[in-house]
T-cell receptor, first 115, second 115 residues
Framework: SQKIEQNSEALNIQEGKTATLTCNYTNYSPAYLQWYRQDPGRGPVFLLLIRENEKEKRKERLKVTFDTTLKQSLFHITASQPADSATYLCALGLIFSGGYNKLIFGAGTRLAVHP | EAGVVQSPRYKIIEKKQPVAFWCNPISGHNTLYWYLQNLGQGPELLIRYENEEAVDDSQLPKDRFSAERLKGVDSTLKIQPAELGDSAVYLC???FGQGMDETQYFGPGTRLLVL
């Protein structure tokens, strides 16, 4: 069956450390992958996109890797801050015939950064 | 620039009652999405519009759910009759197009509780 797995347990880290979140998938062949941030009571906010032919993408303190052999994406936040505390969602981007794109979201990982 | 607007933010109804949610996308965005998000889960696509045309409603339970996007701008999602299992957050999102590089912008969602 098709699955997207993100760390189900909350990730607790100390301020200043690097947070690493994992997104594993099975029986999907995504053309791209996106990461979103979601705060309580709010909708998801887009952070980064990485294509299947890209190994790594960076944006400020954020870094995403995409390994289509391992079927895994890693999301890193360096020099983490308490303001980074949120739920982070990965979303697989599927492209169907006719060029139709669709996002399939994982359940998300809750990150808590402690001072 | 105003973001995606949704109303109401919260709704409590008794089962078997009808309910409607409204979404105003970002100005100029042709693509509009309705997602369902259960607690602890990622968003799941219910329906996607390209202008006023519903181009993917495969996940919409058509026996009780309906949606419309008259004039290709605002959209309404309706449930009639609501069931206990419909309690969730209903998210609306919009994007300029629907390609890989088109960022989806989410509204804050409508939290529905069916008693």
């Amino acid at each position: 069956s098709q699955k997207i797995e993100q760390n189900s347990e909350a990730l607790n880290i100390q301020e200043g450390k690097t947070a690493t979140l994992t997104c594993n998938y099975t029986n999907y062949s995504p053309a791209y992958l996106q990461w979103y941030r979601q705060d309580p009571g709010r909708g998801p906010v887009f952070l980064l996109l990485i294509r299947e032919n890209e190994k790594e993408k960076r944006k400020e303190r954020l870094k995403v890797t995409f390994d289509t052999t391992l079927k895994q994406s890693l999301f890193h936040i360096t020099a983490s801050q308490p303001a980074d505390s949120a739920t982070y969602l990965c979303a697989l981007g599927l492209i169907f015939s006719g060029g139709y794109n669709k996002l399939i979201f994982g359940a998300g990982t809750r990150l808590a950064v402690h001072p | 620039e105003a973001g995606v607007v949704q109303s109401p933010r919260y709704k409590i109804i008794e089962k078997k009652q009808p309910v409607a949610f409204w979404c105003n996308p970002i100005s100029g965005h042709n693509t509009l999405y309705w997602y369902l998000q259960n607690l602890g889960q990622g968003p799941e696509l219910l329906i996607r519009y390209e202008n006023e045309e519903a181009v993917d409603d495969s996940q919409l339970p058509k026996d009780r759910f309906s949606a419309e996007r008259l004039k290709g701008v605002d959209s309404t999602l309706k449930i009639q009759p609501a069931e206990l299992g419909d309690s969730a957050v209903y998210l609306c999102a919009s994007s300029f197009g629907q390609g890989m590089d088109e960022t989806q912008y989410f509204g804050p969602g409508t939290r529905l509780l069916v008693l």
